[in-house]
């Protein structure tokens, strides 16, 4: 379900094409480091070179899952929470989103 702004939607709560864009060109980005790990595995580069390169690749997409995720909490799951007590609410979002940053590093 959409609106007229091409929002995408699931459940009620809303996300921006521009939002979905941004998610979108880190992920090509991701693909594009991907690939280039592949043609130097292809090549018969060195393996050290290959393993920073992959290490590279795993933690851009872990960063594009923070991002993701981060996104979730501040956008959808503040939707479904609504603006009662909203400091108290946004303060332990923020918690949540540094415990998350931190376990995933």
Same mark, same amino acid.
């Given at each position: ?5 091409? *929002? ?30 592949k043609t130097m595995m292809e090549e018969h580069r060195d393996c050290t070179e290959i393993l920073i390169q992959i290490s590279a690749v795993k933690s851009a ?21 609504? *603006? ?10 923020? *918690?949540?989103?540094?415990?998350? *940053?931190?376990?995933?590093?």
């Open positions: 379900m959409t609106n007229g702004n091409h *929002d995408h939607v699931h459940t009620n709560h809303v996300h921006s094409d521009e939002d979905y864009k941004k998610l979108i060109n880190r992920m090509s980005r991701i693909i594009g480091h991907a690939n280039s790990v997409l872990n960063n594009l899952g923070k991002k993701i995720l981060e996104d979730h909490i501040n956008k959808c799951v503040v939707d479904v929470v609504g *603006d009662d007590k909203l400091e108290e609410k946004q303060k332990l979002l923020k *918690d949540l989103n540094d415990a998350i *940053d931190k376990f995933v590093r």
